[in-house]
Each structure stands twice: as structure tokens, then as C-alpha cells.
């Protein structure tokens, strides 16, 4: 069975700090893709960035980067340079069953709340 | 507006009614995802659409949930007799395969979610 672990409730960071959220996965899949999506109080979902198994570099999109660590089977995003608007739930996810680019399931962790502090 | 769009933005009813909600996809995309958030928790995924076709089902989907696309554009998600327990936010999402390496190709554009109270 496919499973995405976040093992932290809640972060903290300060205002123009980095910061890392841990999410790790499980999966027999040899082809798979890892999200991190992003979810404010509004509710909203945001697309983040996106690292496919197969993919050598590490994702990296703005401020935000992918730590692609397939043997340990982690993902850990990365956001540098912290705003105070990045304070929200952010989810990491898998995708399985890749077919013509897409992916029939797409497998959420539990989040982690991060909180930015000025 | 070409996002995606879920109506009704919010239902109450009671326990033991039906409900039936609609996604309406952006209109190039031929994937439609549905999945079911309860408060503090990641969404979970129920089923899958390749254009009409549902490919994919998650166990949380029991009989008294149904989904359909009857023509590959818009879809809807029934929920019979329903319990105390379906009270959540249902989100809906589409995309459109792409070949490439882009992030964002592999985006899913999730819509804002009809949130479901049954008393």
C-alpha cells in the first residue's frame, strides 16, 4: 500500500529564514511522483512543485526545492527565504499508475502547519 | 473564470438524505479527480476519471457513493443516505497529461470544495 508520512504537526520559522518539511513515503512502485501542495486557511490547494521518480535533479521552483532522496524514500521541501505569507498546511503527496503523463492516484500525507514568524 | 469549480460551495442536510455534487473541470482537462478532506487531515483520494471512463476507486468510496462523467466534461459525486460521518469538504481536481519533465505538468488544479455538514 502506498503511504506518505509528515512526522511534524506544526513548524515554526522565522521571517527570511529556510526551512525544511519531512515527508517520507512508501511505495513498490518503481515509477511514481512526489507533490507538495500548499493549503492557507482560505482552504485553496496550491501546486508547489513536483519530483518525478526517475528525475536525477532535484525539483526546484522559486523558493521552493525538492530534496529528493529516493533511497531513504524522502522528499523533503525546502523553502527559502521565509514570508510571512507561506504560513499554511502544506501537504506532500504521491502519485502512482503514471499513464500519458498523469497519474491515476494521488495519495496525501496528514500536512504540516507552518507558522512564519516576523 | 476558467478554473475549476465545485457546486454547491457549501450543503447542510440531515442524516438519512441524498446529496449530489457537481465539478466542472477546466474544459481542456480529460482527468477528474475527487477526494474527501476532513478537518486537520490531507485530502483523501476517492475515484478517478479518464475522460467518461473511472479507472480508478478507493476503498473509502462505499456503495452508498456513486461518480459519474457521463461525457467527460463535468461530473458529479452522489452520496445516498448519508451519515454524520460525510461531513467533510470534497474537493475536486483536473488535469491534462503532458509529456516532459515541467513540474508543472504533472499539477493537479484543485477546486475550492463543497463542504458538507449532515446533522
Known amino acids: 500500500a502506498q503511504k506518505i508520512t509528515q512526522t511534524q504537526p506544526g513548524m515554526f520559522v522565522q521571517e527570511k529564514e529556510a526551512v525544511t518539511l519531512d515527508c517520507t513515503y512508501d511505495?513498490?512502485?518503481?515509477?511514481?511522483?512526489l507533490f507538495w501542495y500548499k493549503q492557507p486557511s482560505s482552504g485553496e490547494m496550491i501546486f508547489l512543485i513536483y519530483?518525478?521518480?526517475?528525475?536525477?535533479q532535484n525539483a526546484t521552483e522559486g523558493r521552493y526545492s525538492l530534496n529528493f532522496q529516493k533511497a531513504r524514500k524522502s522528499a523533503n521541501l525546502v523553502i527559502s527565504a521565509s514570508q510571512l505569507g507561506d504560513s499554511a498546511m502544506y501537504f506532500c503527496a504521491m502519485g502512482q499508475g503514471k499513464n500519458s503523463g498523469g497519474y491515476q492516484k494521488v495519495t496525501f500525507g496528514t500536512g504540516t502547519k507552518l507558522q512564519v514568524i516576523p | 473564470d476558467t478554473g475549476v469549480s465545485q457546486d454547491p460551495r457549501h450543503k447542510i442536510t440531515k442524516r438519512g438524505q441524498n446529496v449530489t455534487f457537481r465539478c466542472d473541470p477546466i474544459?481542456?482537462?480529460?482527468?477528474l479527480y475527487w477526494y474527501r478532506q476532513t478537518l486537520g487531515q490531507g485530502p483523501e483520494f476517492l475515484t478517478y476519471?479518464?475522460?467518461?471512463?473511472?479507472?480508478?476507486k478507493s476503498r473509502l468510496l462505499s456503495d452508498r457513493f456513486s461518480a459519474e462523467r457521463p461525457k467527460g466534461s463535468f461530473s458529479t459525486l452522489e452520496i445516498q443516505r448519508t451519515e454524520q460521518g460525510d461531513s467533510a469538504m470534497y474537493l475536486c481536481a483536473s488535469n491534462t497529461p503532458r509529456q516532459g519533465t515541467k513540474s508543472s505538468y504533472n499539477e493537479q488544479f484543485f477546486g475550492p470544495g463543497t463542504r458538507l455538514t449532515v446533522l
Open positions: 511505495t513498490s512502485d518503481q515509477s511514481y511522483g
Open positions: 476519471f479518464q475522460n467518461e471512463a473511472q479507472l480508478e
Open positions: 519530483q518525478g521518480s526517475y528525475d536525477e
Open positions: 474544459s481542456e482537462h480529460n482527468r
